[in-house]
């Protein structure tokens, strides 16, 4: 559009040139061409406009409507995103909680595991008592 009215400019400012009289006879070549160029370039400067109108009617308006459809949908999107995104922190968060519940209990088995090794290895002989207490302890850690 900007390019139309720009043409239609030059021309408008052109035309005084084209109809100063002729140094001969007022059927100069070169001054017929000139007026030639600048109804040419006046016909070209409308069709350009009614190309911008037309582009205008035709696309511009239901693109405004396809970018307001696609704005819509991704605010929808967005909102969709951040409570998932919550969703997500939350089981996040219990995960963390039952892996250290986890890691605890594994330790705790291993200790016991560990101590229990160590009470039927006495080289005075094992603690009946003690074994049971420690192989208690083991499977109560296991079960955890």
């Known amino acids: 559009r900007n390019y139309a009215k720009e043409l239609r400019s030059a021309v408008k400012k052109m035309q005084p040139y084209a109809k100063q009289p002729d140094c001969g006879d007022g059927t100069s070549t070169a001054k017929a061409a000139w007026r030639v160029i600048l109804q040419e370039t006046d016909d070209m400067a409308k069709q350009h406009e009614n190309i911008a109108q037309d582009l205008t009617e035709q696309c511009v308006e239901k693109l405004k409507v396809v970018a307001a459809a696609k704005k819509t949908k991704r605010k929808e999107f967005g909102q969709e995103l951040s409570k998932l995104q919550k969703a997500l922190d939350k089981v996040k968060v219990q995960f963390d909680k039952k892996k250290s519940v986890y890691e605890k209990a594994k330790k705790s088995a291993a200790d016991a595991q560990v101590k229990l090794f160590t009470i039927e290895s006495d080289p ?17 850690a296991e079960q955890d």
């Open 124 to 140: 005075k002989g094992p603690d009946r008592s003690k074994v049971d207490k420690a192989a208690a302890d083991k499977s109560k």
